[in-house]
Protein backbone atom coordinates (compact mmCIF):
# COMPACT_ATOMS: atom_id res chain seq x y z
CA UNK A 1 0.00 0.00 0.00
CA UNK A 2 1.12 3.20 -0.88
CA UNK A 3 2.36 5.36 1.93
CA UNK A 4 -0.24 7.81 1.38
CA UNK A 5 -3.25 5.57 0.95
CA UNK A 6 -2.11 4.50 4.14
CA UNK A 7 -2.04 7.84 5.72
CA UNK A 8 -5.58 8.36 4.49
CA UNK A 9 -6.90 5.18 5.67
CA UNK A 10 -5.33 5.97 9.22
CA UNK A 11 -7.07 9.20 9.33
CA UNK A 12 -10.45 7.85 8.10
CA UNK A 13 -10.51 5.64 10.98
CA UNK A 14 -9.10 7.58 13.61
CA UNK A 15 -12.36 10.34 12.22
CA UNK A 16 -14.69 7.22 12.71
CA UNK A 17 -13.29 6.37 15.94
CA UNK A 18 -13.76 10.17 17.13
CA UNK A 19 -17.10 10.43 15.88
CA UNK A 20 -18.38 7.08 17.33
CA UNK A 21 -16.35 7.64 21.05
CA UNK A 22 -19.35 8.75 23.12
CA UNK A 23 -18.92 10.76 26.24
CA UNK A 24 -17.80 8.81 29.28
CA UNK A 25 -20.20 9.07 32.32
CA UNK A 26 -18.72 11.47 35.05
CA UNK A 27 -18.17 9.92 38.63
CA UNK A 28 -20.78 12.32 39.96
CA UNK A 29 -23.92 14.28 38.40
CA UNK A 30 -22.96 17.59 36.45
CA UNK A 31 -25.32 20.25 35.04
CA UNK A 32 -24.87 21.93 31.41
CA UNK A 33 -26.82 25.19 31.12
CA UNK A 34 -27.64 25.39 27.22
CA UNK A 35 -29.40 28.94 25.64
CA UNK A 36 -32.72 28.14 24.44
CA UNK A 37 -33.73 31.22 23.15
CA UNK A 38 -34.96 34.95 24.51
CA UNK A 39 -38.40 35.71 25.33
CA UNK A 40 -38.86 39.58 24.36
CA UNK A 41 -40.37 41.55 27.42
CA UNK A 42 -44.35 40.52 27.94
CA UNK A 43 -46.21 43.08 30.39
CA UNK A 44 -45.41 42.13 33.76
CA UNK A 45 -48.59 42.57 34.69
CA UNK A 46 -49.50 39.08 33.08
CA UNK A 47 -47.31 38.46 36.13
CA UNK A 48 -49.57 39.76 38.74
CA UNK A 49 -47.68 43.36 38.63
CA UNK A 50 -49.08 46.63 37.74
CA UNK A 51 -47.40 48.65 34.96
CA UNK A 52 -44.20 50.37 36.36
CA UNK A 53 -44.27 48.40 39.02
CA UNK A 54 -41.64 46.59 38.60
CA UNK A 55 -39.27 46.71 35.22
CA UNK A 56 -40.39 44.66 32.21
CA UNK A 57 -37.57 42.59 30.50
CA UNK A 58 -36.59 39.63 28.75
CA UNK A 59 -36.93 36.54 29.75
CA UNK A 60 -34.82 33.73 29.00
CA UNK A 61 -35.31 29.55 28.02
CA UNK A 62 -32.86 27.25 29.71
CA UNK A 63 -32.24 24.01 29.05
CA UNK A 64 -30.69 21.55 30.96
CA UNK A 65 -28.74 18.12 30.57
CA UNK A 66 -28.03 16.47 33.71
CA UNK A 67 -25.29 13.97 33.28
CA UNK A 68 -25.06 10.84 36.24
CA UNK A 69 -23.04 8.04 36.59
CA UNK A 70 -25.99 5.65 35.98
CA UNK A 71 -27.28 7.73 32.45
CA UNK A 72 -28.63 11.07 31.33
CA UNK A 73 -31.33 13.71 32.01
CA UNK A 74 -32.43 16.84 29.83
CA UNK A 75 -34.58 18.67 31.73
CA UNK A 76 -36.74 21.41 29.65
CA UNK A 77 -36.10 21.77 25.97
CA UNK A 78 -36.88 25.51 24.66
CA UNK A 79 -39.58 26.88 23.09
CA UNK A 80 -38.54 27.14 19.13
CA UNK A 81 -37.81 23.40 17.63
CA UNK A 82 -34.07 23.27 16.14
CA UNK A 83 -36.11 22.75 12.56
CA UNK A 84 -37.69 25.91 13.25
CA UNK A 85 -35.21 28.65 14.39
CA UNK A 86 -34.38 31.37 12.16
CA UNK A 87 -30.51 32.06 11.10
CA UNK A 88 -30.55 35.24 13.42
CA UNK A 89 -32.22 33.71 16.26
CA UNK A 90 -29.72 34.62 19.52
CA UNK A 91 -29.03 30.40 20.10
CA UNK A 92 -27.92 27.54 18.20
CA UNK A 93 -29.91 24.75 17.81
CA UNK A 94 -30.28 22.69 21.07
CA UNK A 95 -28.71 19.76 19.24
CA UNK A 96 -25.76 21.45 18.06
CA UNK A 97 -25.27 22.61 21.48
CA UNK A 98 -25.59 18.77 22.82
CA UNK A 99 -23.38 17.77 19.65
CA UNK A 100 -20.68 20.24 21.37
CA UNK A 101 -20.21 18.29 24.64
CA UNK A 102 -20.46 15.08 22.73
CA UNK A 103 -24.24 13.92 22.58
CA UNK A 104 -26.97 13.32 20.72
CA UNK A 105 -30.62 12.81 21.70
CA UNK A 106 -30.16 9.14 21.29
CA UNK A 107 -27.82 8.91 24.34
CA UNK A 108 -30.54 10.73 26.56
CA UNK A 109 -31.68 8.21 28.91
CA UNK A 110 -34.28 10.32 30.51
CA UNK A 111 -36.46 13.66 29.70
CA UNK A 112 -38.49 15.41 32.30
CA UNK A 113 -39.93 18.89 31.57
CA UNK A 114 -41.09 21.29 33.98
CA UNK A 115 -44.10 21.48 32.67
CA UNK A 116 -45.77 21.59 29.41
CA UNK A 117 -46.08 25.36 28.14
CA UNK A 118 -44.89 25.80 25.03
CA UNK A 119 -41.63 27.18 25.93
CA UNK A 120 -40.52 24.17 27.83
CA UNK A 121 -41.73 21.54 25.05
CA UNK A 122 -39.86 23.01 22.13
CA UNK A 123 -37.38 19.93 20.99
CA UNK A 124 -39.27 16.87 23.12
CA UNK A 125 -40.48 15.02 19.97
CA UNK A 126 -36.45 14.57 19.51
CA UNK A 127 -36.12 12.91 22.64
CA UNK A 128 -38.85 10.63 22.54
CA UNK A 129 -36.51 7.72 22.53
CA UNK A 130 -35.70 8.45 26.13
CA UNK A 131 -37.96 7.41 29.15
CA UNK A 132 -40.24 10.24 29.85
CA UNK A 133 -41.37 11.31 33.39
CA UNK A 134 -44.28 13.30 33.99
CA UNK A 135 -46.89 13.81 36.38
CA UNK A 136 -50.03 11.71 35.44
CA UNK A 137 -51.97 15.44 35.69
CA UNK A 138 -49.71 16.86 33.17
CA UNK A 139 -49.90 13.77 30.89
CA UNK A 140 -53.59 13.66 30.91
CA UNK A 141 -53.92 17.63 29.91
CA UNK A 142 -50.92 17.42 27.50
CA UNK A 143 -53.24 15.09 25.42
CA UNK A 144 -56.61 16.31 25.65
CA UNK A 145 -58.51 17.38 22.93
CA UNK A 146 -59.01 20.61 22.27
CA UNK A 147 -55.57 21.55 23.49
CA UNK A 148 -55.43 23.87 26.11
CA UNK A 149 -53.73 27.41 25.21
CA UNK A 150 -49.84 28.19 25.74
CA UNK A 151 -49.64 24.44 24.32
CA UNK A 152 -48.25 23.42 21.19
CA UNK A 153 -48.79 19.67 21.27
CA UNK A 154 -46.61 18.97 17.65
CA UNK A 155 -43.87 19.76 19.74
CA UNK A 156 -44.30 17.00 22.00
CA UNK A 157 -46.74 14.72 20.11
CA UNK A 158 -43.93 11.78 19.70
CA UNK A 159 -43.95 11.39 23.95
CA UNK A 160 -47.73 9.70 23.02
CA UNK A 161 -45.49 6.20 22.56
CA UNK A 162 -42.27 6.93 24.54
CA UNK A 163 -41.87 4.51 27.26
CA UNK A 164 -43.18 6.64 29.92
CA UNK A 165 -42.89 7.14 34.27
CA UNK A 166 -46.44 8.22 35.32
CA UNK A 167 -45.80 10.26 38.68
CA UNK A 168 -48.86 10.49 41.07
CA UNK A 169 -48.47 14.26 42.28
CA UNK A 170 -45.32 12.84 43.85
CA UNK A 171 -41.55 13.11 43.84
CA UNK A 172 -39.34 11.03 41.81
CA UNK A 173 -35.31 10.24 42.41
CA UNK A 174 -34.67 9.02 38.90
CA UNK A 175 -30.96 7.91 39.45
CA UNK A 176 -31.87 6.15 42.60
CA UNK A 177 -28.82 7.90 44.99
CA UNK A 178 -30.88 10.75 46.24
CA UNK A 179 -28.54 13.23 43.79
CA UNK A 180 -31.42 14.17 40.88
CA UNK A 181 -34.68 14.27 42.25
CA UNK A 182 -37.99 15.69 40.58
CA UNK A 183 -40.14 17.15 43.02
CA UNK A 184 -43.76 17.77 42.67
CA UNK A 185 -44.99 21.56 42.68
CA UNK A 186 -48.54 22.11 40.80
CA UNK A 187 -50.53 25.20 40.46
CA UNK A 188 -48.70 26.49 37.25
CA UNK A 189 -50.13 23.76 35.81
CA UNK A 190 -52.19 20.71 37.07
CA UNK A 191 -48.30 18.48 37.23
CA UNK A 192 -45.69 20.93 37.14
CA UNK A 193 -42.88 19.51 39.06
CA UNK A 194 -38.83 21.11 39.56
CA UNK A 195 -35.51 19.08 39.64
CA UNK A 196 -33.53 19.09 43.18
CA UNK A 197 -29.87 18.28 42.12
CA UNK A 198 -27.03 17.21 44.78
CA UNK A 199 -23.98 18.00 43.36
CA UNK A 200 -20.61 17.34 45.07
CA UNK A 201 -18.63 20.23 44.57
CA UNK A 202 -21.29 23.17 43.86
CA UNK A 203 -23.83 22.11 46.01
CA UNK A 204 -27.71 21.77 46.11
CA UNK A 205 -29.07 23.19 43.86
CA UNK A 206 -33.41 23.79 42.63
CA UNK A 207 -33.92 24.40 39.28
CA UNK A 208 -37.41 26.01 39.82
CA UNK A 209 -38.98 25.65 36.25
CA UNK A 210 -41.90 28.35 36.35
CA UNK A 211 -42.83 28.33 39.77
CA UNK A 212 -41.56 32.08 39.25
CA UNK A 213 -40.78 33.76 36.41
CA UNK A 214 -39.58 37.17 37.99
CA UNK A 215 -37.52 37.21 41.24
CA UNK A 216 -39.97 39.43 42.37
CA UNK A 217 -43.01 37.24 42.50
CA UNK A 218 -41.12 35.25 45.31
CA UNK A 219 -40.63 38.31 47.14
CA UNK A 220 -43.97 40.80 46.51
CA UNK A 221 -45.63 37.11 46.76
CA UNK A 222 -47.36 37.61 43.39
CA UNK A 223 -48.76 34.86 40.73
CA UNK A 224 -49.14 34.56 37.23
CA UNK A 225 -52.60 35.52 35.66
CA UNK A 226 -52.67 32.53 33.64
CA UNK A 227 -52.09 30.24 36.79
CA UNK A 228 -53.64 27.03 36.80
CA UNK A 229 -54.71 26.98 40.34
CA UNK A 230 -53.33 29.97 42.88
CA UNK A 231 -54.21 28.48 46.26
CA UNK A 232 -52.15 25.20 44.56
CA UNK A 233 -49.04 27.56 43.87
CA UNK A 234 -48.65 29.42 46.94
CA UNK A 235 -48.65 25.57 48.71
CA UNK A 236 -46.51 24.58 46.60
CA UNK A 237 -44.28 27.52 46.60
CA UNK A 238 -44.25 27.33 50.83
CA UNK A 239 -43.53 23.36 50.43
CA UNK A 240 -40.46 24.26 48.22
CA UNK A 241 -39.09 27.00 50.18
CA UNK A 242 -39.30 24.86 53.45
CA UNK A 243 -37.16 22.42 51.39
CA UNK A 244 -35.00 24.73 50.12
CA UNK A 245 -34.23 25.81 53.92
CA UNK A 246 -33.87 21.95 55.10
CA UNK A 247 -31.27 21.27 52.15
CA UNK A 248 -29.65 24.05 52.08
CA UNK A 249 -30.38 24.80 48.36
CA UNK A 250 -30.13 27.59 46.13
CA UNK A 251 -33.10 28.06 43.68
CA UNK A 252 -32.52 28.80 40.10
CA UNK A 253 -35.58 30.91 38.58
CA UNK A 254 -35.37 29.24 34.97
CA UNK A 255 -36.57 32.26 33.02
CA UNK A 256 -34.38 35.01 35.32
CA UNK A 257 -32.09 36.74 32.69
CA UNK A 258 -29.68 37.66 35.37
CA UNK A 259 -29.63 34.44 37.18
CA UNK A 260 -28.36 32.54 33.42
CA UNK A 261 -26.05 35.88 32.78
CA UNK A 262 -24.21 35.05 35.98
CA UNK A 263 -24.48 30.98 35.25
CA UNK A 264 -21.89 28.70 33.76
CA UNK A 265 -23.33 27.72 30.14
CA UNK A 266 -22.38 24.77 28.89
CA UNK A 267 -19.60 23.35 27.73
CA UNK A 268 -18.35 24.47 31.31
CA UNK A 269 -20.85 22.73 34.37
CA UNK A 270 -21.48 22.60 37.28
CA UNK A 271 -20.74 19.18 39.60
ZN1 LIG B 1 -41.89 29.18 30.94
Not at 10 to 37: D, H, I, M, Q
Not at 172 to 201: S, W
Not at 232 to 245: G, V
Amino acid sequence: MRFRSLVFLLFAAATLAWAAEKPKPPSSPRLYVFNCGIIKAMSVTTYGFKEGEVPNRDFVVTCYLIAHPKGTLMWDVGFTPDAALKPDAPNKPLKTQLAEIGYTPADITYLAMSHYHSDHTGNANDFASATWIVQRAERETMFTEPPPRILAPATFSALKNSKTKVLNNEDYDVFGDGKVVIKTAPGHTPGHQVLFLRLKKDGNMLLAGDLYHFPEEQTMNRFPTFEFNVPQSASSRAAIDEFLKKNNAQMWISHDLATYNQAKKSPQFYE
